[in-house]
């Protein structure tokens, strides 16, 4: 029988064989199957995983050392599987390819697709499907990603990267609901998050619009002004287009501007993080293009440590 398998990384690493969870034991193995299935259909060359797992102070015999983990991590994903690793865990030199079938599924490249089905959907015109898409992905989140994965500093790009692209997918969905006209409910989400992303303009301006449509005008001008000074104090940069727009609609009774997709971080902070995971955005996307969507299995079944 074929196995399905099912990798998570968007929260506790694990795997799902045919319905029964099986968590990787051992914090080197860990740290390889997190780098290889980041780097899903790509060769990870040796030397990377050693930064990966001793970053400037490497042992002697180094590279024997990274072969001994790989060969337990195909081991484990034998007896997991009950077949050959090798069509799944390859040696390529100058390292090693995890390559994943139509019968292998990551969260990881799954929320990445849903996240820009909903950006697509809500460029078309498409709120509520938009906001379906992104709501279905960020289920997928179970905390932290890679938690309790000590991540060294190749994992921590991806980290990042997995990070920003949650908060685009918050963005977007919110922006959805927005225009579905659930300004109301989203009242106390918005606060929270302007309070978690101070720089995010996006979010700010979503709590504005949110507040004038609530008929909240000195609220609304009270959140205007807690954007001006966080970025003039903290950036030395003042609100963009979108947020003035949005002021003078307050001030004037004037239509609002239409939606726009805003930037999720302001002026030198947006250069910042795009800088931080810039490195890993053309695995990530390379990766979900290789991928076919299927459902994700729950994770049933009894929890086994693989080794």
């Given at each position: 029988m074929t196995s399905h398998i099912h990798f998570s990384v968007l929260g506790t690493l694990r795997m799902t064989v045919n319905g029964t969870v099986h968590v990787p034991r051992g914090p080197k193995v860990s740290k390889l199957l997190a780098l290889l299935l980041l780097r899903a259909g790509h060769v990870v060359e040796t030397g990377t995983l050693v930064d990966e797992l001793w970053a400037e102070r490497p042992p002697r015999g180094a590279v024997s050392t990274v072969r001994t983990h790989?060969?337990?991590?195909?081991?484990?994903?034998?007896?997991?599987?009950?077949?050959?690793a090798g069509p799944l865990l390859a040696t390529r030199p100058p390292g090693y390819l995890m390559q994943l079938g139509p019968d292998h599924q990551l969260d990881a490249t799954l929320f990445a697709r849903l996240t820009?089905?909903?950006?697509?959907?809500?460029?078309?015109?498409?709120?509520?499907?938009?906001?379906?898409?992104?709501?279905?992905?960020?289920?997928?989140?179970?905390?932290?990603?890679?938690?309790?994965?000590?991540?060294?500093?190749?994992?921590?790009?991806?980290?990042?990267?997995?990070?920003?692209?949650?908060?685009?997918?918050?963005?977007?969905?919110?922006?959805?609901?927005?225009?579905?006209?659930?300004?109301?409910?989203?009242?106390?989400?918005?606060?929270?998050?302007?309070?978690?992303?101070?720089?995010?303009?996006?979010?700010?301006?979503?709590?504005?619009?949110?507040?004038?449509?609530?008929?909240?005008r000195r609220e609304a001008l009270d959140a205007y002004d807690d954007l001006r000074r966080v970025l003039t104090d903290e950036l030395g940069l003042g609100p963009s287009a979108h947020p003035h727009a949005l002021l003078r609609s307050i001030l004037t009774d004037a239509p609002p501007p239409e939606p726009s997709r805003m930037p999720a971080l302001a002026g030198a902070a947006a250069a910042t993080a795009t800088a931080a995971f810039a490195n890993a955005s053309a695995a990530v996307a390379a990766a979900t293009a290789a991928q076919t969507p299927m459902p994700m299995p729950p994770p049933t079944g009894s929890t086994v440590p693989v080794m």
């Open positions: 790989i060969y337990h991590l195909r081991r484990q994903l034998e007896e997991r599987l009950g077949a050959p820009a089905e909903g950006r697509a959907l809500l460029a078309r015109g498409l709120p509520a499907e938009a906001a379906a898409a992104c709501r279905t992905g960020l289920r997928l989140w179970e905390g932290r990603a890679l938690t309790g994965v000590h991540a060294g500093q190749h994992l921590e790009v991806h980290l990042q990267r997995l990070d920003e692209l949650r908060i685009q997918a918050v963005g977007t969905r919110v922006e959805a609901e927005m225009r579905l006209g659930m300004h109301a409910e989203l009242m106390p989400e918005l606060r929270s998050l302007v309070a978690a992303y101070p720089y995010h303009e996006r979010f700010h301006a979503c709590l504005i619009e949110a507040l004038r449509l609530s008929g909240r």
